[in-house]
């Protein structure tokens, strides 16, 4: 039996009922068997020991096994994120090992973390972390490498491994250094494949790279489109888009049978976000660029379909409607 859940979000925008106990409720009665809290404190804001614990107990009970992102790992963006610093009296260092050893003590093994925050407010390509002007990025991804130096002790101790999500501002090619770097008992990856291209990778060949590293994924299905001297790629549920999921699931499952197959939903958006691949910066900003991947995404603009819309004012339904259709089309994928 595959292990197949969803991501649970617990923000003020999140689309899922906000509380970690009716997330249970609803994902059950979806049909899911696993939950990713994302994250660990947004779902529980003050770390309440016992309310963790009753948590784990119900998870237990009604058969759903448990994954917990633990916050972000790039020094340079961590302010966006006080809370965790609150949780260690001050210290980011020590509000992370607070949920590492949280995560460890009851056996939530595998966690999810990013390098980096989408801005949405902010024009193209400053919405990405990549391209601060304070800091290069390369700067970032070494600021990143020597915090997990510092977090390794702790998740070595616990026995918890922090997953890097195939994020927006990063690439399989980084976060496969970053984890060279580290050691694959402190990192893997997250593996989302619909992120991909916004950083010019197509869909097969950063599967391929990821998998042998990949412990989680978030499963959702994109779109490329041509729009305005660039391309624009949209997110759709799971079977709906472009990625050819036999394809990937193959090569994901033959690398790690026991991979946990979480499916991140999407509410009253489509999430745009843009790649420029005929702009000799936006390429110079990236340099593992592949020819022969940059003609495969051009290939998919221009046979893309039109931009989903989003299906209606109901953020919640348009979430669920998500989480449903993909789950009916992965659970056909894997029985093919």
């Not at 003020?12 to 009922?17: E, N, P, T, V």
């Not at 804001?45 to 448990?66: H, K, M």
């Not at 980096?116 to 991804?141: H, I, Y």
């Not at 979480?262 to 420029?276: D, K, V, W």
Request: net charge negative; with cysteine.
């Amino acid at each position: 039996m595959r292990r197949i859940g969803a991501d649970a979000k617990f923000d003020a925008g999140a689309s899922l009922i906000g509380d970690p106990f009716g997330a249970l409720d609803a994902l059950e009665e979806l049909g899911f068997r696993g939950i990713l809290l994302r994250t660990l404190d947004e779902a529980f804001p003050t770390l309440d020991a016992a309310g963790i614990a009753r948590f784990a107990r119900e998870a237990e009970r009604r058969g759903f096994f448990v994954r917990a992102g633990l916050g972000k790992i790039n020094p340079y963006m961590t302010a966006e994120l006080p809370r965790v610093r609150r949780l260690g009296d001050g210290s980011y260092l020590a509000g992370m090992e607070r949920m590492i050893g949280i995560c460890g003590e009851h056996g939530w093994r595998e966690a999810w973390t990013a390098t980096g925050g989408f801005k949405r407010e902010l024009p193209a390509p400053f919405c990405f972390d990549r391209f601060r002007t304070d800091v290069a990025w390369q700067a970032q991804l070494d600021a990143t490498r020597r915090f997990v130096e510092k977090l390794s002790p702790s998740l070595r101790r616990s026995g918890v491994r922090l997953n890097i999500e195939t994020h927006e501002e990063i690439t399989t090619h980084e976060i496969l250094l970053l984890v060279e770097a580290a050691g694959d008992d402190v990192l893997g990856i997250c593996l989302d494949p619909a992120n991909l291209p916004v950083r010019g990778e197509a869909f097969g060949p950063g599967i391929l790279r990821a998998a042998p590293h990949t412990h989680i994924t978030h499963l959702r299905d994109a779109v490329l489109v041509r729009k305005s001297g660039s391309i624009s790629r949209f997110l759709a549920p799971l079977g709906q888009g472009q990625i050819e999921w036999d394809k990937a699931l193959v090569t994901l499952l033959s690398s790690n049978p026991d991979v946990d197959l979480m499916i991140e939903g999407i509410g009253g958006s489509r999430a745009e976000m843009t790649l420029s691949p005929d702009d000799p910066a936006w390429c110079a900003a990236h340099p593992d660029l592949d020819a022969a991947e940059i003609v495969e995404l051009g290939r998919l603009a221009d046979a893309g379909m039109a931009a989903p819309v989003p299906l209606g004012p109901d953020r919640r339904s348009d979430y669920v409607a998500f989480l449903s259709g993909s789950l009916a089309s992965l659970r056909t994928h894997l029985h093919a």
